[in-house]
């Protein structure tokens, strides 16, 4: 990313706090981490680790646009997605968590990860997400890959 794009990720990602510029100090001065309230720009979807680096790989394939913002807690083992606002949260599914309005995230600076949080795809500034419906057909991949590779108990 150019020093363009992470001063525009920032000042995007800013936008959601309640005090931009409070969260910009956080980010630089404080622990690095600031709590940004979901379901006003953005919801964040928390799946299991392994499930989201698979769909996030299957979302990122040559030829294909770059994925939207895309979180790791390597601490909680989740990797989260932003998406569009859904007042509905109409995920539903084993180990999918939707964070929305009245929900708060911990999020890093675009440009360095932050203790136990890092982006993997960080936010550009464009304002660009995941789209919900390539999302869905990732993780439902990926569970599906996951299911075939893991190994079941010895009865």
């Not at 622990?31 to 392994?50: H, K, M, Q, T, Y």
């Not at 932003?82 to 675009?110: F, I, K, N, Q, T």
């Amino acid at each position: 990313m150019t020093n363009t794009m992470w001063k525009r990720g920032v000042e995007w990602l800013a936008a959601a706090a309640a005090d931009p510029r409070s969260c910009k100090w956080q980010w630089d001065h404080g622990e690095g981490i600031a709590l940004l309230e979901a379901g006003r720009f953005w919801d964040v979807l928390s799946v299991p680790e392994r499930m989201g680096l698979l769909a996030l790989d299957l979302l990122w394939r040559p030829g294909s646009s770059v994925p939207g913002p895309t979180l790791v807690d390597t601490a909680a083992g989740r990797v989260g997605f932003l998406l569009p606002p859904d007042p509905s949260g109409g995920w539903v599914g084993a180990g999918l968590r939707c964070a929305g309005r009245g929900s708060w995230v911990a999020v890093p600076p675009p440009y360095r990860p932050a203790r136990y949080l890092e982006w993997l795809v960080p936010p550009d500034g464009t304002g660009r997400l995941h789209a919900p419906g390539a999302l869905e057909a990732a993780l439902q991949r990926a569970n599906g890959a996951l299911a075939v590779l893991t190994p079941r108990c010895a009865p």
